[in-house]
């Protein structure tokens, strides 16, 4: 059971940052693809970006350059760091760790991230 942890959520002001970063424990993180998608409210969930174990990224249109995700794998954690954030960014973001070849599709318990004046 892979168990992941979010932190770094709260309230930001239109045109501000906020990282937030993602921490799972075990010695099988360097395999895993890691995610963050992100729930607005009265919405489906959708992807915000990807980084593989490789360290090859991908992104949501709406998020492309002001949106970094990366990964420490010495420290078994995954960020997301974003900027110039909007009120349309405000969701709830959770954390996702897969790997088809060890059946692996696990979700942090997500972190509220508002933005607002």
């Known amino acids: 059971q892979v168990q992941l942890v979010e932190s770094g959520g709260g309230l930001v002001q239109p045109g501000g940052s906020l990282s937030v970063s993602c921490a799972t424990a075990g010695s099988t993180f360097t395999i895993y693809t890691m995610g963050w998608y992100r729930q607005a409210p009265g919405k489906q969930r959708e992807l915000v970006a990807i980084?593989?174990?490789?360290?090859?990224?991908n992104y949501a249109d709406s998020v492309k350059g002001r949106f970094t995700i990366s990964r420490d794998n010495a420290k078994n954690t995954v960020f997301l760091q974003m900027n110039n954030l909007k009120p349309e960014d405000t969701a709830v973001y959770y954390c996702?760790?897969?790997?088809?070849?060890?059946?692996?599709?696990?979700w942090g318990q997500g972190i509220q991230v508002p933005v607002s004046s």
């Open positions: 996702n760790a897969a790997s088809v070849t060890y059946r692996v599709d696990a």
């Open positions: 980084i593989t174990s490789g360290g090859t990224t």
